[in-house]
T-cell receptor, first 111, second 115 residues
Framework: QKEVEQNSGPLSVPEGAIASLNCTYS??????FFWYRQYSGKSPELIMF????GDKEDGRFTAQLNKASQYVSLLIRDSQPSDSATYLC???????????FGKGITLSVRP | NAGVMQNPRHLVRRRGQEARLRCSPM?????VYWYRQLPEEGLKFMVY????????ESGMPKERFSAEFPKEGPSILRIQQVVRGDSAAYFC?????????????FGQGTRLTVV
């Protein structure tokens, strides 16, 4: 069974710090990887996707992928209170496969 | 440039009634996914559809649940004879598929409460 695991939270960081969110996946055939942000009571919002080994940067967000270790992470630089939300890692194993989600980790950024 | 539209946003049903949840994908998207989210839990895949076809229904309960995505009109998730355990947020996502990359966007969800 394909599984996606995220660190149990919650994670609390001070404003301005770097928040590091981690995710591992079990299916070596996984090909694309996504980070979603979900505010309480709202729908998931796509932040970034990555499908090649290495880093991908978009503003304050950096996604990192290591397929050999089956590991994907999201770094949030200069964390803001507005970043406080649940972050969901999702993995897609092929063109005709669904997205499999982790349980999410709740991030709290302290002012 | 409307996003994924789901309705209703909130739905209350008595035990034993039927619930119908609708999802209109983003313009140009032909792939629809339904997910269920229980309180304090992650998103659980239910079903993946393309127009007129069910591609993967491995997450659907064997009984009472069905889904369709007709040639015309929205995708429908149908729950017959609802029970209290069906109370959850149901999210629809739509996507284009570029080879092995699927970039899915979610609707606002339907929050089903069974009383």
């Amino acid at each position: 069974q394909k599984e996606v695991e995220q660190n149990s939270g919650p994670l609390s960081v001070p404003e301005g710090a770097i928040a590091s969110l981690n995710c591992t996946y079990s299916d070596r055939g996984s090909q694309s990887f996504f980070w979603y942000r979900q505010y309480s009571g709202k729908s998931p919002e796509l932040i970034m996707f990555i499908y090649s080994n290495g880093d991908k940067e978009d503003g304050r967000f950096t996604a990192q992928l290591n397929k050999a270790s089956q590991y994907v992470s999201l770094l949030i630089r200069d964390s803001q209170p507005s970043d406080s939300a649940t972050y969901l890692c999702a993995v897609n194993s092929g063109a005709n496969s669904k997205l499999t989600f982790g349980k999410g980790i709740t991030l709290s950024v302290r002012p | 440039n409307a996003g994924v539209m789901q309705n209703p946003r909130h739905l209350v049903r008595r035990r034993g009634q039927e619930a119908r949840l609708r999802c209109s994908p983003m313009k140009g998207h032909s792939h629809v996914y339904w997910y269920r989210q229980l309180p304090e839990e992650g998103l659980k895949f239910m079903v993946y559809l393309q127009k007129e076809n069910i591609i993967d229904e491995s997450g659907m309960p064997k009984e009472r649940f069905s889904a369709e995505f007709p040639k015309e009109g929205p995708s429908i998730l149908r729950i017959q004879q609802v029970v209290r355990g069906d109370s959850a947020a149901y999210f629809c996502a739509s996507s284009l598929v570029y080879g092995t990359l699927t970039e899915a966007f979610f609707g606002q969800g339907t929050r089903l409460t069974v009383v």
